[in-house]
């Protein structure tokens, strides 16, 4: 009997070892994207000119935090793109023309001024940014071309950026989590009034389709809101919820 359990084992064992001697992953090399190569080199060659970019170069500020408890100003976007992995996307806030007002949603906003020569158009648009780890930042942009427009817009939207709090708040969820806001807040912004409530986990974002974006980036993954006022207009339901996130921003620790 003794035999035959020791045999067994080894044979066992031969299994177990077997497939262990296979595994030779091929390791596929991680290639950049264009964005990021770009990202890359712009931190490279970047020469700061404020004495918090000059720290921030040399490597003795190595947390976005540490700025932001003391409430020193960020003057350039490099600082932020150097101690955050951060995300952008626009916001749609403009319209195409259309007939009968059925103009599509765009992120550039089209305005005219009238000279004696002619029309002279004017493209502005809106950035949010965030880690999705509860930074965010919102910014406007306004130039004759789009694309130095968007620029302008991401730019500022890096130097408002702040750090927001989050738990898990809600009555009937019981996890730890860091996935809502703490508890109901409220920010306006012209007529509109927006108000964020804790969820439970699963809930999802139940909130306009372009505020989504603000909280995705945010870190927060559960919500309910409730708006009031003419919440078409986008430029203003946005900035009602960066508002709204204002006051359940982190202040400095003592
Ligand atoms: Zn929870």
């Given at each position: 009997?003794?035999?035959?359990?020791?045999?067994?084992?080894?044979?066992?064992?031969?299994?177990?070892?077997?497939?262990?001697?296979k595994?030779e992953?091929?390791?596929r090399?991680i290639?950049k994207?264009r964005?990021?190569q770009?990202k890359?080199?712009r931190?490279?060659?970047?020469?700061?000119?404020t004495?918090?970019?000059?720290?921030v170069k040399?490597?003795?500020i190595?947390?976005?935090?540490e700025?932001?408890?003391a409430?020193?100003?960020?003057?350039?976007?490099?600082?932020?793109d150097?101690?955050?992995?951060?995300?952008?996307?626009l916001?749609?806030i403009?319209?195409?023309?259309?007939?009968f007002?059925?103009g599509?949603?765009?992120?550039?906003?089209?305005?005219?001024?009238?000279?004696?020569e002619?029309?002279?158009?004017?493209?502005?648009?809106?950035?949010?940014?965030?880690?999705?780890n509860?930074?965010?930042?919102?910014?406007?942009g306004?130039?004759k071309?789009?694309l130095?427009?968007r620029d302008?817009?991401?730019r500022?939207?890096k130097?408002?950026?702040?750090k927001?709090?989050r738990?898990?708040a809600?009555f009937?969820?019981?996890?730890?989590?860091?996935h809502?806001?703490?508890?109901k807040?409220m920010?306006k912004?012209?007529?509109?009034?927006?108000?964020?409530i804790?969820a439970p986990q699963g809930?999802?974002?139940?909130?306009?389709n372009?505020?989504?974006?603000?909280?995705?980036f945010?870190g927060?993954?559960?919500?309910y809101?409730?708006?009031?006022?003419?919440?078409?207009?986008t430029?203003?339901?946005i900035?009602?919820?960066i508002?709204?996130?204002k006051?359940?921003?982190?202040?400095?620790?003592?």
């Open positions: 009997m003794e035999k035959e359990e020791a045999t067994k084992k080894q044979t066992q064992d031969k299994v177990v070892e077997e497939p262990a001697k595994t992953e091929y390791v090399p290639r994207s964005e990021e770009a890359e080199d931190i490279l060659s970047w020469k700061p000119k004495k918090l970019g000059k720290e040399e490597g003795k190595k947390n976005l935090d700025i932001l408890n409430k020193r100003k960020i003057l350039e976007q490099e600082i932020v150097t101690l955050l992995n951060v995300k952008s996307d916001i749609a403009g319209q195409s023309k259309g007939k007002g059925g599509k949603r765009r992120a550039w906003r089209q305005t005219q001024r009238k000279t004696k002619g029309n002279v158009p004017t493209f502005s648009t809106m950035a949010v940014v965030g880690d999705e509860g930074h965010i930042g919102v910014g406007c306004e130039s071309e789009t130095p427009a302008k817009a991401i500022k939207a130097l408002n950026i702040f927001i709090k738990t898990c809600a009937d969820c019981a996890c730890s989590e860091l809502s806001v703490p508890f807040v920010g912004s012209g007529s509109v009034r927006v108000i964020l804790p809930t999802g974002l139940v909130v306009a372009e505020l989504k974006k603000v909280l995705q945010a927060i993954k559960d919500v809101s409730q708006t009031f006022g003419k919440k078409r207009t430029f203003n339901l900035k009602a919820g508002n709204a996130l006051k359940i921003k982190v202040e400095e620790q003592k």
